[in-house]
Every structure is written in structure tokens, then in C-alpha cells.
């Protein structure tokens, strides 16, 4: 990025106070329309920190082959799912995007080739968490897709280059969920708090461990951990977001979590705040 480049970014964005950085358990599409404990804690998340400028989103369900980020003026509200109630897809997120914002990420992750979309919009891993922290629509959001032929190490590492975007009022938010196995959900607790299978409750509590103590390298290398983050990370779409907030944190930053629970055997809602 030259000097050209952050003169723009300067332009664009008021300087505010460092952001924090969100990971999000997003957990089930119904949270979007249910109240809970979770989205209490989202709501909460969204109360504790300052008023954005606009949120740049790293969502587990837009995985794609390179980068892409959503250049659109008005991103359509995508209801990626199935089988859940019609009052779920009648949900409607209209957050505005931000082109500039768009742009600026692109040329923040240069010498990669970031792809401005036009067609994709806001799927739930995004706008199902972010409608109860900011319920008017009215900050915009842009997400960025994962490449998915890419190593959990090259995201740590892309994502350091989005630093500059915290100190321009701008929320980056990692949504997924760390432990994620769709098949082998307990069905006959699925909204049990605290249900969790053995190797998701061990997952859990090693993650956390790694989360507070600032070790992220077996974060990073979570295939070479173990049986229960096998289990706990059967494809690595849920995950990745969680990699992305992690790259951001500075040494001198806290990290603390909410949302921290179990539920249906094989899920956690874990949430990580940095800053």
C-alpha cells in the first residue's frame, strides 16, 4: 500500500480509537429471530465498544476460490439455509454497503488479488448475528470471502494486513463457530446449554485454554492436535473466522470470551473479544 493509498483511506474514514476485533459464534440460523442467551451477548458486545463507521465481516458460508470482498451500494440479504420457518426468510438485513470501504480492503491485502463482487450480498453468517448488535441497518457492512484453497497460516498472516482498517472506525468480525460437527448433533438436546459430547467439551476447554493463554500457533496448526479438534473441526469453514480475528490482535491487547457454552452435543457458541 503506498502513500497514495492510505491518504484515501484517511479520507474516507474518520481516525478513531483502535476498534476492537469479533469472533462470533453464530451457532444456528434461528438465532437470527430467537431470543437467548446468545444473541444477549451479542447485543451486549455491540453496547460495550464504540459506534462503528462500518463492519468488514469474514463469514464462514462465503468460501470461495481466491478473495472476494462485496462492492455492492445495497447487498441483498441471502437466506443461504433450508427447513427452518417462513419467518425466517422473511427476514430482511438492508444494511448499506460501502463500496470505498470494498476498494480499500483490496488494496490493503496487496500483492494478493482481491476480486471487488457484485453478487453476493450478506449471507447469515453475517447479517444474522450483526441485525442484533445494530438492529437499524444503518452501519454499512462489506464481507470478505476465505479462500478455501488456502492453509489456516496464510489467513493469520492476510489478515495482520487489515490492521490499518481498526484505527478508521471500521469492526471487523470473524463469524463461524470453533466447535461445528452438523453430524453428530445430539438432536434430543439441541437447545440444551451445556450439552456437549466428550471430545467437544475437551476441544472446547483446549481452544480456551490457547485463546487466554495467547498461544495461537496450535490454533493455527489445530489438525496436528489431536482426536477432539478432528471431531470439533470436521471442514474448516466454521473456523477460519476465528484465524482471521486472531491475525488482528496486537501483543499488548486483552482477549476475553462470552457466549461460552455447549449446545447440541457438537456445537460451541464460544465468542472472542480482542481489544
Not at 462500518?54 to 472476494?68: D, P, R
Not at 427447513?83 to 454497503?97: C, I, N, R
Not at 466447535?179 to 448433533?185: A, G, K, Q, S, T
Not at 470436521?234 to 488482528?248: F, K, Q, V, W
Request: hydrophobic share 40%; with cysteine.
Amino acid at each position: 500500500m503506498n502513500l497514495n493509498d492510505l491518504q484515501n483511506l484517511s479520507d474516507h474514514f474518520k481516525n478513531t480509537p483502535k476498534m476492537p476485533v469479533l469472533f462470533l459464534g453464530h451457532g444456528s440460523p434461528m438465532n437470527a429471530i430467537e431470543e437467548n442467551q446468545f444473541v444477549r451477548g451479542f447485543r451486549q458486545a455491540a453496547n460495550e465498544i464504540t459506534r462503528p463507521n462500518a463492519i468488514l465481516c469474514i463469514s464462514a458460508h462465503w468460501f470461495t476460490n481466491g478473495t472476494m470482498v462485496t462492492a455492492m451500494n445495497l447487498p441483498q440479504t441471502i437466506h443461504d439455509f433450508g427447513g427452518f420457518p417462513q419467518a425466517l426468510f422473511d427476514v430482511q438485513y438492508p444494511a448499506p454497503g460501502d463500496p470505498e470501504l470494498a476498494k480499500e480492503t483490496a488494496e490493503l491485502l496487496a500483492p494478493v488479488l482481491v476480486e471487488e463482487d457484485h453478487s453476493w450480498g450478506l449471507d447469515h453468517g453475517a447479517w444474522s448475528v450483526i441485525r442484533h448488535m445494530y438492529p437499524e441497518a444503518d452501519i454499512p457492512v462489506v464481507q470478505m470471502s476465505i479462500d478455501y484453497t488456502k492453509p489456516p497460516q496464510y489467513h493469520f498472516d492476510l489478515a495482520k494486513k487489515l490492521n490499518r482498517l481498526r484505527e478508521k472506525g471500521i469492526l471487523i468480525i470473524g463469524s463461524g463457530n470453533i466447535v461445528h460437527n452438523l453430524r453428530l448433533i445430539d438432536w434430543r438436546n439441541i437447545n440444551t446449554v451445556g450439552a456437549g459430547w466428550d471430545w467437544a467439551i475437551e476441544a472446547r476447554e483446549k481452544t480456551n485454554s490457547w485463546l487466554l493463554d495467547g498461544n495461537f500457533q496450535p490454533i493455527i496448526d489445530y489438525h496436528k492436535q489431536g482426536t477432539s479438534l478432528q471431531y470439533a473441526i470436521p471442514t474448516p469453514d466454521h473456523y477460519l473466522p476465528l484465524i482471521y480475528s486472531l491475525g488482528l490482535k496486537d501483543r499488548s491487547e486483552n482477549l476475553s470470551l462470552f457466549n461460552d457454552e455447549l449446545i447440541g452435543g457438537s456445537l460451541s457458541m464460544t465468542s472472542v473479544r480482542i481489544g
